[in-house]
């Protein structure tokens, strides 16, 4: 029990890691509010989440410098893939053939914004670069993307089982599927981070 309660025992170590997801969480939530700016708190989430992966971490700090970083590049894709979802939102709402080609573009679009937030959040490249790489990687790691997708919808399920689980989503709905992410992702950069070396 002793060892259990050290500071670096794995009891102690647990509930950081429990207490830094929660934190990540409420960062990106309180910094998505204005809307405008959700783009640069996913962005900076994904930067904290794999600092934490690669135990790196110092979540305010991280979180801070990756947002102010990116605040103005995020933000432009962000919006930008918004505009274009609504656009084809309604173009798909419209019905018909073109709905359907309208349908598969917005799936397109909610991948790529899997990897380009986490792309934007460790590699300096400009936008049209950045949005590139991603629809690369999107669709040359599909699984992993898709593993990815589905990190999204790990928790949520939990509010057909009960209301009273609805605050394990406030607390974890978007650390625990950025962290998930992480871990996907984590390899792919390691190789890209290895090939910039090397140049």
């Not at 405008?36 to 600092?51: C, E, Q």
């Not at 992966?53 to 700090?61: A, G, K, M, Q, V």
């Not at 919006?79 to 359907?100: C, E, K, N």
């Not at 460790?122 to 670069?129: A, I, Q, R, Y």
Request: proline share 5%.
């Amino acid at each position: 029990m002793r060892g259990l309660l050290h500071p670096y025992g794995p009891l102690m170590t647990t509930l950081g890691k429990i207490g830094d997801a929660v934190i990540l969480n409420l960062l990106v939530l309180l910094f998505s509010l204005p809307v405008v700016t959700m783009g640069a708190a996913v962005t900076a989430g994904h930067y904290t989440a794999l600092k934490m992966l690669r135990n790196e971490e110092s979540i305010f700090s991280d979180f801070w410098k990756s947002f102010c970083a990116n605040l103005k590049q995020a933000t432009c894709i962000w919006l930008g893939f918004l505009l274009l979802v609504t656009a084809l939102a309604y173009i798909a709402y419209m019905g018909g053939v073109v709905a359907i080609a309208a349908a598969a573009v917005i799936v397109f679009v909610i991948l790529v914004s899997l990897w380009v937030f986490p792309v934007l959040s460790k590699f300096v490249d400009s936008t049209s670069h950045i949005i590139r790489n991603s629809m690369v990687l999107s669709l040359g790691y599909f699984f992993r993307t898709l593993g990815m997708l589905l990190s999204y919808f790990v928790l949520p399920p939990l509010i057909l089982i009960s209301m009273n689980l609805l605050p394990v989503i406030l607390l974890f709905g978007l650390s625990v599927p950025m962290l998930i992410s992480a871990m996907l992702y984590n390899p792919v950069f390691l190789q890209m981070e290895e090939k910039i070396l090397e140049n």
